[in-house]
C-alpha cells in the first residue's frame, strides 16, 4: 500500500514539474511580448492623436478665414454681432489648439527620441501661425468698432488669404510625417509580432516532442493495462448480473402486460370455431360471464341476435392471415345496448396450431354521438327548408307588391296625366286664339310633368348607366336624378376612384341596396341632406348611404318581417340581396340623428 502511494506521489510529482516547465516558459513570452508591444500601441494612441489635432489645425484656419471674409460683406448688425462672436470663439480655439500641438509634440519627441524633422516642420510652421493669427485680431477688433477702416482692414485680409495657403500647405506636410512615421511604427510592431509568435510556436513544438506526448504514450500505456486487467475481471460478473436482471425484468414486464391486457381491454382467444381458449377479466365481466366460459362459444354468450351470430362466427372460421373489422351490437344481461367494433386476427402458437384473438372496442357512445349529429342535421336541414320557403314566400309577396306599386303609380299619376291632356287637346278651338294660346301653354307643362312622371317611375327599372358603366357612374347618375326629381340635396363621392367592373348580378344588387336605402332616406327618414360614398381597398368595396333624417330603432325592426309594416320588408329584402352575393351590410340609426347604411363586398 505504502509502495502504491509511493509511486503515485512520485509521478504526480514528475508531471508537476513538466507542467510548471511548460507552462513558465510560454507565460514568460507571452508576458515579454504584450509588455512590448503595449508599450508600442501607447505611441501609436499618441500619434493618433496628434495626427487628429492636424487635421482640426487646418479645418480651423478654413474656417477662421471664411468667417472673416462673411463679415466684410454682412449689413445686418444682429447677424454681425453672431458672426463676431463666432469668429472670437474660433481664433481663441485655433490658438489653443496651435499650443497644445506644440506641447503634444515636445514632449512626444522627448519621449520616443523620434525623428526631428517634424520639429523643424512647426519651426516653417510658426511665422504663418502668427502673421494669421495677428492679423485676425486685428481684422476682430476692427469688426467690433462703429466704423471699420477699410484700408486697415484688406491689409489684414491680404494677409492672412496669402499666408492661409502656406500654413495647409505646411500642415499637410506635418500630417504626412507622421502618418508616414506612425506606418514605420506599425511595420515594425508587425515585424515584433511576427517573431514573438514564432517563439511561442517553436516552444509548443519543443514542449509537444519532448514534453507532453513522451508523458502521454506513458500515462496511456499504464491506463490501458489498468483498463484491460480491470475489464476482464469485471466481464464474467456483469455478463451474469445482466443476464439476471434481464430475466427478471422480461418476468415482471410480461406479468405488468398480462395484467393490464385483462384489465383494460376487450379480448377473447379463440379456436377456428369460435370456442373460447382465454377470456379477458374485463371482457368477463362485460359479458357476465367470469367463471366457467371455457369451451363455450363465444357468438353464444354474447347473445348476438342469429344473423349477427353467424356472421361473427364465418369471421372467426375464415384463415387467410388478414384482420377483419367490423361493428356489431349486442345487449348484456343487465338489458344495456352496446356497439362493439371487432377485429379478429390470427395467431400462431408455438405448437404451429392456429388461434383467433379477438379485439374489441366499446363504440356506444361514438355510435350515439352520430345518431345525434344525424338528427341535429336532419332537424337543421327541415329548419333551413322552411326558412327558404318563408323567404320565397315574401319575395313573390314583395314582387308582387312592387308591380301593383308600379301599376298604381302609373295609372295615378301618368295615366291621369294622359286623360287630362287628352281632353284638353279636344278642347282647344282655334277660332279662339287667345283660350287656344292659353290651353297650349296648359298642355306645355302637363306635357312636362308626364315626362318627369315618367321618367320617375322608369328610374326605379335598372338603368343603362349600370349595365354600360358599372356601378360607380350608376350610382352617380342615381344621385342626380334623384336630387333634381326630388329637390332634396343628394350627393355622391368615389373616394378611392373606384372604376372596377363586376359581375351583372353582384353589381344589380349593390344597386338595388342603395337605392332603396336613398328612397328609406327619402320616404321614412323626411330627410333633405343625402351622402353616397364608395371606397375601396385590394379585398373589400364599400358603399355608405349617410342621411340626416330623423332616424329609427333598429332594434324595433324585426329580422324578418311578418307583416307590411313601413321599413321592416325593405330592409329584409336589403339584407337578403347582400346575403345572395355574400356581402354584408351594416345599419346604424339613432332616432333624432340619421341614419348610416354601410355595404361591403369582398372583392377577392
Not at 178 to 185: I, R, T, V
Not at 430 to 449: C, P, V
Request: aromatic fraction near 8%; include cysteine; hydrophobic fraction near 40%.
Amino acid at each position: 500500500m505504502s509502495k502504491r502511494e509511493s509511486l503515485d506521489h512520485q509521478t504526480f510529482s514528475r508531471l508537476s514539474k513538466i507542467y510548471i516547465i511548460a507552462l513558465g516558459a510560454i507565460a514568460l513570452f507571452t508576458i515579454g511580448g504584450q509588455f512590448f508591444i503595449q508599450r508600442y500601441l501607447n505611441s501609436q494612441i499618441d500619434d493618433s492623436r496628434i495626427i487628429n489635432l492636424s487635421g482640426r489645425q487646418r479645418m480651423l484656419s478654413q474656417k477662421l478665414t471664411k468667417e472673416i471674409l462673411l463679415l466684410t460683406d454682412l449689413k445686418n448688425k444682429t447677424l454681425k454681432e453672431n458672426h463676431i462672436k463666432d469668429l472670437e470663439s474660433t481664433i481663441d480655439l485655433w490658438k489653443g489648439s496651435h499650443q497644445a500641438l506644440l506641447q503634444y509634440n515636445k514632449s512626444i519627441q522627448l519621449e520616443s527620441n523620434d525623428s526631428i524633422e517634424i520639429q523643424k516642420m512647426f519651426v516653417v510652421l510658426e511665422p504663418y501661425f502668427q502673421t494669421i493669427y495677428s492679423n485676425s485680431k486685428k481684422a476682430l477688433n476692427q469688426f467690433k468698432q462703429d466704423s471699420v477702416d477699410t484700408a486697415e482692414l484688406k491689409i489684414s485680409l491680404d494677409a492672412i488669404i496669402k499666408n492661409e495657403a502656406l500654413f495647409l500647405k505646411q500642415m499637410d506636410a506635418i500630417v504626412s510625417q507622421y502618418d508616414k512615421e506612425a506606418k514605420e511604427k506599425v511595420s515594425y510592431l508587425k515585424q515584433v509580432e511576427y517573431l514573438l509568435f514564432s517563439v511561442i510556436i517553436l516552444i509548443l513544438i519543443f514542449e509537444f516532442f519532448l514534453l507532453f506526448r513522451p508523458v502521454a504514450l506513458s500515462i496511456k500505456k499504464t491506463i490501458s493495462n489498468l483498463l484491460t486487467s480491470q475489464q476482464k475481471t469485471e466481464e464474467m460478473a456483469s455478463r451474469t448480473e445482466n443476464l439476471r436482471k434481464a430475466q427478471e425484468k422480461n418476468v415482471q414486464e410480461l406479468v405488468a402486460l398480462t395484467k393490464a391486457i385483462d384489465q383494460t381491454l376487450l379480448y377473447a382467444r379463440v379456436n377456428e370455431n369460435g370456442v373460447i381458449q382465454s377470456l379477458g377479466d374485463r371482457f368477463a365481466k362485460l359479458l357476465s360471464t367470469e367463471h366457467n366460459y371455457e369451451q363455450k362459444n363465444l357468438a353464444d354468450i354474447m347473445e348476438l341476435g342469429e344473423v349477427q351470430k353467424n356472421r361473427l362466427l364465418q369471421l372467426i372460421s375464415q384463415n387467410n392471415g388478414d384482420i377483419f373489422n367490423e361493428e356489431f351490437e349486442f345487449a348484456t344481461v343487465s338489458g344495456q345496448k352496446l356497439w362493439l367494433d371487432v377485429s379478429i386476427l390470427t395467431v400462431f402458437r408455438e405448437s404451429g396450431k392456429p388461434e383467433r384473438l379477438v379485439l374489441c372496442s366499446d363504440i356506444s357512445k361514438r355510435k350515439e354521438a352520430q345518431q345525434e349529429v344525424d338528427r341535429l342535421n336532419a332537424s337543421r336541414y327541415k329548419e333551413k327548408e322552411e326558412i327558404q320557403k318563408s323567404n320565397a314566400s315574401q319575395i313573390v309577396e314583395a314582387q308582387e307588391e312592387e308591380r301593383e306599386r308600379i301599376a298604381k303609380e302609373i295609372h295615378d299619376s301618368i295615366g291621369q296625366m294622359l286623360t287630362a291632356l287628352k281632353f284638353n287637346i279636344e278642347s282647344i278651338n282655334l277660332d279662339n286664339t287667345e283660350k287656344a294660346a292659353s290651353k297650349i301653354e296648359g298642355l306645355k307643362q302637363l306635357s312636362k310633368d308626364l315626362i318627369q312622371g315618367i321618367r320617375m317611375a322608369t328610374f326605379n327599372l335598372t338603368p343603362p348607366e349600370l349595365k354600360d358603366y358599372g356601378i360607380s357612374i350608376a350610382l352617380q347618375k342615381m344621385a342626380k336624378e334623384l336630387s333634381k326629381l326630388t329637390g332634396k340635396n343628394i350627393l355622391f363621392e368615389n373616394k378611392s376612384d373606384f372604376n372596377h367592373r363586376y359581375d351583372t348580378l353582384v353589381e344589380t344588387n349593390l344597386y338595388r341596396v342603395t337605392q332603396e336605402a336613398v328612397n328609406n332616406a327619402i320616404k321614412y327618414a323626411k330627410s333633405d341632406y343625402i351622402m353616397i360614398t364608395v371606397n375601396h381597398s385590394d379585398t373589400i368595396l364599400s358603399i355608405t348611404i349617410d342621411d340626416n333624417g330623423k332616424g329609427f330603432d333598429i332594434n324595433k325592426i324585426p329580422s324578418k318581417p311578418t307583416n307590411k309594416a313601413e321599413g321592416g320588408m325593405g330592409l329584409f329584402f336589403m339584407k337578403e340581396r347582400m346575403n345572395y352575393i355574400n356581402g354584408r351590410i351594416f345599419i346604424n340609426s339613432t332616432p333624432g340623428k340619421g341614419t348610416r347604411v354601410t355595404l361591403n363586398y369582398n372583392i377577392l
